[in-house]
C-alpha cells in the first residue's frame, strides 16, 4: 500500500509539472524562450535552404526573405539570452496593455 502511495504520489507531481510548463510555452515569455532555444537549430536549417536554392541558380532577390530570416535568427542566436530576462517585466506590461485595451 505505501508503494501505491508513493507512485500515485510521484505520478501527480509529475502531471502537475508538465501542466506548469505546457502554461509557461503558452504565454508571451514562453513564446520567447521557445524561439530563442530554437534559433541555432532554425539557422541552420536556413543556411542550408540558402545553399541548396544557390547551388540551384536563384538569384539574391529570390532570396530576400531567407536572407532576412537568417539575419533575425543570427540576433536571436546571439542576444537570446540578454532578452530572456526581460521578458517576463515585458510580458506583464503588454498583458496589461492589450487587458485594458478590451475593457
Do not use: W
Request: glycine fraction near 8%.
Amino acid at each position: 500500500m505505501a508503494f501505491y502511495k508513493i507512485r500515485t504520489g510521484l505520478t501527480i507531481e509529475k502531471t502537475k509539472q508538465k501542466n506548469k510548463t505546457i502554461k509557461h510555452e503558452q504565454t508571451f515569455e514562453g513564446t520567447i524562450d521557445k524561439l530563442i532555444d530554437n534559433a541555432p537549430d532554425n539557422l541552420k536549417q536556413i543556411d542550408s535552404e540558402i545553399a541548396t536554392l544557390r547551388a540551384k541558380g536563384c538569384t539574391d532577390d529570390q532570396l530576400k526573405r531567407l536572407e532576412q530570416e537568417r539575419s533575425l535568427l543570427e540576433y536571436a542566436t546571439k542576444y537570446g539570452e540578454i532578452v530572456k530576462p526581460i521578458a517576463k517585466p515585458l510580458s506583464k506590461v503588454l498583458g496589461k496593455f492589450i487587458g485594458g485595451l478590451g475593457n
